[in-house]
Each structure stands twice: as C-alpha cells, then as structure tokens.
C-alpha cells in the first residue's frame, strides 16, 4: 500500500456509504455517512452516522471468536470465483450489519474499531489473482475479525485485495474503509485509480465520502480554529465537504469531556448536528436523511445505538458477552420504539452468522 503520514491538527484533544444490498444503489452517486474520532485523555469514542433513503434494515451482531467466512461470497453467492479470501474470527466482534451482507460499522474485543463510507472515485483496479480477493462488504468485519490494532491491520489488509461487486447492471459498491483503536490511533484507506492509499495518523479524526481523502483535509485550511467563537464563519449544509468541515472545527473546539458520559453525550451532539433530516429537499442529489447514529467507547467496549425514528438511545456492553469459539451468534434489531437504554440482556441467539 501506498503510505501518507502528514499531521494536519494539533490540540490537547486527539480527537462509515455504508455497505446496503449494492443492487439497491440509486443510478446517481450515494453521499452518505460521517465517522468522527474523539481520542483524548478520557478514552477513545468514535461517533458514525448513517444516511439512506430508506430502511437499511440495521442489526446490532455479536460475534464469537472462531467463526469460518468466506470472502467470496455475497448473500450466499459466489462473487470472486480465483483464490478468495478465506479466513477464522481470531476476535470477537460487536458491530452494525446492513441488510445481512456485511458490516458497516462497529469494534471488536481488543478496542479495533472499522467503518465503510461511500466513496465514489473508488477502484480497485483489476483483479490481481496472486492475492486473495475479498468482496468489498466484508472488508470491514475481516479487519475486526483479525486486528487488534490499526497497525496490524494494515499490514493485514497489504496482503489481500478488495473486489468492487457489481450488481443490478453495473452498479458498484464504491467504499473507502476508517480504522481506529482503543490507544487512539486512525487511518483511513482508498483505493484510487487501482492503487491502496493509507492515510495513518491519529490526528485523521473525521471522514466523510466524496471526494477523496486527500481533498477532505485540505478543506481543513478554510478553517480558522485559532479564534472560535459564535461569529466563525462554518459551512452549513449537508453536503460531505460541509459536514467534514463542521465537524472537523466542533471537535476541536469543544471542551474536553472529562467523563465518560461526558465524552459519548459529546460526540453524540456532534454526530447530531452533521445528520440530515428527514423530508430535506436532498434526496435527487443523492443526498439522504440520517437513519441512525452510533457511538463505540473503544475502552470499555459500549456500543450506543440512536435510531432517528426513535426517541431513545440503546447501548450494550460487549464484555458480558461470550465470546468464546463456539458461542452462540447474538442479534438485536434496534429499530424497536420500545427500546431503550441498556439492552445487553435483550440480545436473541441466531443459529448462524449470515456471512
């Protein structure tokens, strides 16, 4: 892979489109999603919102360690027919699927967290049959499944290579992947033109989708972050450069949270203020509303969940769970109006995971 270290923020506080049946991508391009990264004294919080124009359908899953996947197949269909990637969870995992083809978001047990987002100059340039394949909706949950860092698991991801998965009469699934981990260190990976590009630094804090990365941080230079007050100047709407640029400018201004609570109520309000609402006059651009918000304290392994249709926010604890091979699969639907709160104990077992 093709490495770029640059340090673009410095602060006391060092500080996912997401993967859907890709047979439901609209013609035009899908600008959707927000990771935000909050790595300071009290811990590592990273905050995700998800945009669609419809249900995504979300499952929270637990997974054990030990589970056998099959990089090859989407939906229980075979998709990188030479030399797939074929591999065993060494970790257990607590993360966001989407209509039950991959994981777009979420963490595993040593404090590895992993977000797709919708990228649309993505290539991942022609197959390269010397190295495993692995279909682009399980690069996330393969990174979780086998990291325990973000070093590692670029070092890991050196090794194999995403397939763009075409569907629908052509329609690709076009994603770039944000890493972090519980010692509060960031990437972000494109492929671009055929060709990997990392982005590794802890200060690489938020990612949103068009355009390339390399572009969203000389947004930063618009910003002026020395003299913050109510009359700076922000952009305001709802495209992935305004809400990269909003972002980027509250989570280095607002004070360090020094709790906990403090740090996912945080993250939470600015998770909140780069969403889009429901009915806003977007959606023939490409531009959606807001389905659902989460939350992943990389410490403690909590993974707090708002669905924007509810009034409620759920969280569960990944450490009371059995992680054990060959402990059963876990799945809570969220979309549930009459949840709330902490919901570790109302997680149901499934026979099988469904990738």
């Given at each position: 892979?093709?490495?770029?270290?640059?340090?673009v923020?410095?602060?006391?506080?060092?500080?996912?489109?997401?993967?859907?049946?890709?047979?439901?991508?609209p013609?035009?391009?899908?600008e959707?999603?927000?990771?935000?990264?909050?790595n300071?004294?009290?811990?590592?919080?990273?905050?995700?919102?998800?945009?669609?124009?419809?249900?995504?359908?979300?499952?929270?899953?637990?997974?054990?360690r030990?589970i056998?996947?099959?990089?090859?197949?989407?939906?229980?269909?075979?998709?990188?027919?030479k030399?797939?990637?074929?591999?065993?969870?060494?970790?257990?995992?607590?993360?966001?699927?989407?209509?039950g083809?991959?994981?777009?978001?979420?963490?595993?047990?040593?404090?590895?967290?992993?977000?797709?987002?919708?990228?649309?100059?993505?290539?991942?340039?022609?197959?390269?049959?010397?190295?495993?394949?692995?279909?682009?909706?399980l690069?996330?949950?393969?990174?979780?499944?086998?990291?325990?860092?973000?070093s590692?698991?670029?070092m890991?991801?050196?090794?194999i290579?995403p397939?763009?998965?075409?569907v629908n009469?052509?329609?690709?699934?076009?994603?770039?992947?944000?890493?972090?981990d519980?010692?509060?260190?960031s990437?972000?990976?494109?492929?671009i033109?055929?060709?990997?590009?990392v982005?590794?630094?802890?200060?690489?804090?938020?990612?949103?989708?068009?355009?390339?990365?390399?572009?969203?941080?000389?947004?930063?230079?618009?910003?002026?972050?020395?003299?913050?007050s109510?009359?700076?100047?922000?952009?305001?709407?709802?495209?992935?450069?305004?809400?990269?640029?909003?972002?980027?400018?509250?989570?280095?201004?607002?004070?360090?949270?020094?709790?906990d609570?403090e740090?996912?109520?945080?993250?939470?309000?600015?998770?909140?203020?780069?969403?889009?609402?429901?009915?806003?006059?977007?959606?023939?651009?490409?531009?959606?509303?807001?389905?659902?918000?989460?939350?992943?304290n990389?410490?403690?392994?909590?993974?707090?969940?708002?669905?924007?249709?509810?009034?409620?926010?759920?969280?569960?604890?990944?450490?009371?769970?059995?992680?054990?091979?060959?402990?059963?699969?876990?799945?809570?639907?969220?979309?549930?109006?009459?949840?709330?709160?902490?919901?570790?104990?109302?997680f149901?077992k499934?026979?099988?995971?469904?990738?």
């Open positions: 892979m093709k490495k770029t270290f640059c340090k923020l410095s602060s006391s506080i060092a500080i996912a489109t997401a993967i859907v049946p890709f047979s439901l991508f013609a035009f391009n899908a959707a999603c927000t990771r935000l990264l909050w300071n004294k009290v811990g590592v919080v990273v905050g995700r919102t998800t945009d669609w124009p419809a249900t995504t359908e979300p499952v929270i899953n637990v997974f054990p030990g056998s996947r099959n990089g090859g197949q989407l939906d229980h269909k075979t998709v990188v027919a030399n797939p990637l074929k591999w065993t969870s060494k970790y257990g995992s607590m993360v966001t699927t989407m209509f083809v991959g994981t777009v978001d979420g963490f595993n047990e040593r404090g590895l967290g992993a977000h797709l987002l919708y990228l649309t100059s993505t290539d991942f340039g022609t197959r390269d049959t010397s190295k495993p394949g692995l279909q682009a909706a690069w996330a949950q393969y990174a979780l499944d086998s990291a325990a860092t973000v590692e698991a670029l890991l991801l050196d090794k290579q397939v763009m998965v075409e009469g052509g329609t690709k699934a076009t994603v770039h992947l944000a890493l972090e519980a010692a509060g260190d990437a972000i990976v494109e492929y033109n055929g060709k990997a590009v982005y590794h630094n802890p200060d690489y804090r938020v990612v949103t989708n068009d355009p390339s990365y390399d572009k969203q941080l000389a947004l930063l230079k618009k910003l002026d972050f020395s003299n913050a109510r009359e700076t100047p922000l952009p305001g709407n709802v495209s992935p450069t305004d809400r990269f640029q909003r972002a980027s400018y509250y989570l280095r201004t607002i004070p360090e949270p020094k709790t609570h740090a996912v109520s945080t993250m939470l309000s600015v998770a909140r203020n780069v969403s889009v609402p429901f009915g806003a006059p977007y959606k023939d651009s490409g531009q959606y509303n807001t389905e659902y918000r989460t939350v992943s990389l410490a403690k392994k909590r993974y707090y969940f708002e669905m924007t249709t509810s009034l409620n926010v759920v969280w569960a604890d990944l450490n009371k769970f059995n992680l054990a091979k060959g402990a059963p699969v876990m799945f809570l639907k969220p979309d549930n109006f009459n949840l709330s709160g902490d919901v570790t104990a109302k149901q499934v026979k099988q995971a469904s990738f």
